[in-house]
């Protein structure tokens, strides 16, 4: 018991799931301000638009068997769901593209380092270094044909 209750904090504590709750609260606060924002803004414009209130749009059900109740679908009801749902909808993903266009300039924007050399190109750059003090050439580019090396002494004294 012990240890499916250590798993279960370790799980818990993860970012992961604290991250997770925090978003469900916040969808669920967000949920509520939609639903305001159709119920009292956005379906009495349409309304006034329209001519009719939907929330006034029911069936009324004939009584079978003589029963007491009078059953109504709610039709005005589903439609003012719907709307929540597709204005929610079309919000949340406005908010992902615009977070995916954040990330996107984020990573654009970080240059990446360039890879270290490796021990060849050391070499290399150490072996040009020493043919560009040895010719006397500063920092052109070295060139085998228009080198001039100096003359070997021991190559003087042969010719002697």
Known sequence: MKKLFQEFKT?????????????IIVGGAFTAIITSIVTNVALPLLSILIGFDFKDWEIILPRLYGNGEQ????????????????????????????????????????????????????LLVEIRDLLRQHCGMGDKIFDCNQAKLPDDESSKDDEE
């Open 71 to 122: 059953r109504v679908l709610g039709i005005g009801l589903f439609i003012n769901s719907v709307i929540n749902f597709i204005v929610l909808a079309f919000v949340v993903f406005l908010f992902v593209k615009a977070l995916n266009r954040f990330r996107k300039r984020e990573e654009e924007t970080v240059p990446e380092d360039p890879p270290e050399p490796t021990k060849e190109e050391l």
């Open 11 to 23: 799980f818990a504590i993860k970012g992961n799931m604290l991250d997770m709750a925090v978003g």
